[in-house]
């Protein structure tokens, strides 16, 4: 597969905010706080605690995408996941900063 | 303007109490997500791609100054400090917290609005006539029953779940300004045999993945058979509807699939049905209450211009340029209805700032009587400034920055959320918007290129309006290609009394390449055009041919 790299999301219940699913478990606003999964079965795993996370109504609609490793960090595959990480690009005072390493996770 | 009576305090009243609880109850732990969304839906809440959007009804696109002061206030204190003003006269705040939601609603309450039925399978927000009421070309005002729609189309029972949204326009004025052919429902005003009022019934327009212009099942309705009328539509469309698939669930479809005439049967011989020999009748006792709150305000005597409005229209270049396109003929001597573009060269299509609804609200109450409109064409309008004021005016919105002169322009861009917030596009819509915006930003060449339109679409939604435009259009809509975003671009369709469908030029443009292609359409045009003639009017006597020859020459 083209893409086997990926990482979990969700919008997080109280202000709707995207937020990806940490190796430790916890919700990140960061993309490079993102746990990176190959293997179906780190996903389904990912994918599971996500779902106790919506049960727990910290996050809603969670789901997985393709991401590419790279130095700088993880970069979503779709144009999509780029803005979702990023914010709007017409309002960049809105945005976040994405590339950076996971610094406080 | 319509003020609530005691019926209306409290029924949004209990409304906001109840999706209080609702919020406390999901937050809580006591809706699942699956439970809770059809509720914040019904209230109007969405969640995007970075945040929920509260999506606030503007009746038929009317504003008070009190209200616009409120819809600021919000903007400011729950959202990021501005608005998002839609083709459908709806605001939409991009980033409010969900606790903060029912607070919102019991601010909106306070002036007499809401969000209810701005999403689900009812009938949404009435749109009309931004200019109903004081248009100079306007037959009857089309406000007293977009009313009585709104009224009676408010939680009404047997009309809540419909196999899919079901949209109404109304239009007074033979000058279509509301698209009427491009909704489930269009009416238009027109006079009787004996030259009472009535309306014209269209049906089963739309846009969406399946665009298709409505088609007449009445000529001519007498005006207190309306709702009547209109319940036998929904009735039929509730009967027949398709609730198996979601792609054809709109009455469009259901039209086309029954045929025309085998469906104006079916509505006539329910609305027979339920009228027997007596059609039920709006009482005129009601339709005079209604009217009552839109009886013309108190105009003055005024001069249609002035020595010092003659020398300024002389004398000032840009101030005769922005009174070019964004006054229009107002049926009162001695007034203007003056449209504010929300589109400033590179800005946000429809975005508006806090601070420049509160000047909007001051001008009106200033250069009028407190009142504003929302256009479906993401503009805000002032509906009764004195024309001696115009030049006054003008220099108010110059200082607040809201005085660019391109109504109707190639730069008035129509352009929905795309992907940079909706979670259903394809594409970015707005940053296209802003490129071709700013290519185009000489305002000597948008006069000189004349009326044209830009209509923008982050999928096949349209909720950009991408099929149809005002007076012929360039329609781009964004389509995803592997991951990366692509543009379709159509020509020539028209939302107006002659509406049309636009057509699609050929292969998509990328990013890139997508403001060259409009560019080079518009020179095209230009090169083209006879003397006098628009872009539709070119369109439509050279067709498609060298407009194609021209953007895939390269190729
Ligand atoms: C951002 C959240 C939005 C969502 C999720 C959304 C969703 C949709 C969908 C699914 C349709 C197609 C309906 C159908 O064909 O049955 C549609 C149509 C439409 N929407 Fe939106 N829309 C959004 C925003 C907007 C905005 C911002 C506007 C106004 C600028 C708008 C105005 C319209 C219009 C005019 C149509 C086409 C008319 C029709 O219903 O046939 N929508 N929308
Ligand atoms: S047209 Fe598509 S992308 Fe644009 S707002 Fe509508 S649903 Fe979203």
Redesign the interface.
């Given at each position: 597969m083209a893409h086997s790299h990926q990482i979990v999301t969700a919008?997080r219940?109280?202000?709707?905010?995207?937020v990806y699913l940490t190796a430790q478990g916890r919700w990140s606003e960061t993309l490079a706080c993102g746990a990176v999964v190959e293997e179906p079965a780190a996903l389904a795993d990912l994918l599971a605690q996500a779902e106790r996370s919506?049960a727990d109504?910290v996050v809603?609609?969670p789901y997985a995408f393709a991401v590419t490793p790279r130095a700088d960090g993880p970069h979503p595959?779709?144009?999509?996941e780029q803005?979702?990480a990023a914010?709007?690009?017409?309002?960049p005072q809105?945005g976040r900063a994405t590339g950076l390493a996971c610094a406080a996770e | 303007m319509y003020r609530y009576d005691e019926f209306d305090h409290t029924l949004v009243a209990e409304r906001v109490a109840q999706f209080r609880d609702q919020v406390n109850r999901?937050?809580a732990?006591g809706l699942s997500?699956d439970e809770f969304k059809p509720l914040r839906l019904m209230n109007g809440l969405y969640?995007?791609?970075?945040?929920?959007m509260l999506r606030v009804a503007i009746p038929y696109g009317v504003l008070s100054a009190v209200q616009m002061r409120r819809l600021a206030h919000i903007a400011r204190k729950y959202d990021?400090g501005y608005g998002h003003f839609t083709t459908r006269q709806n605001i939409q705040y991009n980033?409010p917290?969900?606790?903060d939601v029912p607070d919102i609603l019991e601010e909106l309450a306070e002036v007499e609005m809401h969000a209810i039925q701005t999403s689900g399978n009812c009938i949404r927000n009435v749109t009309a006539d931004q200019f109903a009421g004081v248009a100079a070309d306007e037959f009857d005002d089309p406000r007293v029953y977009a009313e009585i729609i709104r009224q009676w189309s408010t939680l009404h029972p047997e009309f809540s779940f419909l196999p899919r949204k079901f949209k109404i326009a109304i239009t007074g004025a033979p000058n279509d300004r509301a698209a009427v052919k491009v909704h489930d429902i269009g009416l238009r005003m027109v006079a009787g045999p004996d030259g009472t009022p009535g309306f014209e019934v269209i049906v089963g327009g739309g846009q969406g993945r399946t665009p298709m212009i409505g088609y007449v099942v009445r000529d001519y309705l007498p005006v207190p058979q309306l709702l009547a009328y209109l319940e036998a539509v929904l009735r039929v469309y509730n009967q027949f509807g398709r609730r198996d698939n979601l792609y054809k669930a709109r009455i469009k479809i259901l039209v086309h699939e029954t045929g025309k005439e085998e469906f104006t049967r079916l509505v006539e011989e329910e609305f027979a049905a339920m009228a027997g020999e007596d059609p039920p009748a709006l009482p005129g006792a009601e339709l005079a209450r209604i009217r009552a709150y839109f009886q013309p305000p108190a105009y003055a005597d005024l001069p249609a211009t002035t020595p010092e409005l003659d020398l300024a229209l002389a004398g000032n270049r840009a101030f005769a340029r922005w009174v070019k396109t964004a006054v229009a003929e107002h049926k009162q001597a001695g007034y203007a209805i003056v449209t504010i573009s929300l589109k400033p060269i590179g800005g946000?299509p429809g975005d508006a700032s806090a601070e420049e609804m509160d000047a909007v609200a001051d001008l009106s109450e200033r250069f009028g009587f407190g009142e504003i409109r929302v256009s479906h064409e993401q503009n805000l309008v002032l509906p009764d400034v004195p024309r001696r004021d115009l030049f006054a005016l003008w220099q108010a919105l110059d200082a607040a920055g809201l005085a660019t002169a391109n109504v109707g322009l190639v730069s008035d861009i129509i352009a929905c959320p795309g992907?940079?917030?909706c979670n259903l596009?394809n594409?970015?819509s707005?940053?296209i918007a802003?490129e071709i915006s700013e290519r185009f930003a000489d305002l000597d060449r948008q006069h000189d290129i004349g009326e044209l339109k830009v209509k923008i679409s982050g999928c096949i939604n349209a909720c950009g309006h991408h099929h149809v435009g005002h007076i012929g259009h360039i329609g781009i809509l964004g389509v995803?290609r592997k991951?990366?975003?692509f543009y379709q671009v159509t020509l020539g369709g028209n939302a107006t009394e002659s509406a049309a469908l636009g057509d699609i030029v050929g292969p998509s443009f990328s990013g890139e390449a997508i403001t060259d292609a409009v560019e080079t359409i518009v020179a095209t045009y230009i090169d083209r055009r006879q003397a006098g003639e628009r872009f539709l009017d070119t369109y439509r006597r050279i067709g498609m041919k060298p407009f194609k020859e021209a953007l895939y020459a390269a190729h």
């Open positions: 919008n219940l109280r202000d709707g905010a995207v919506v109504r809603v609609a595959v779709q144009k999509r803005i979702r914010g709007p690009t017409v309002h809105f | 999901r937050v732990g997500e969640l995007q791609l970075h945040a929920y990021k980033w917290d969900l606790e946000i992907l940079d917030y596009a594409a970015r707005i940053p802003q995803d991951g990366v975003e």
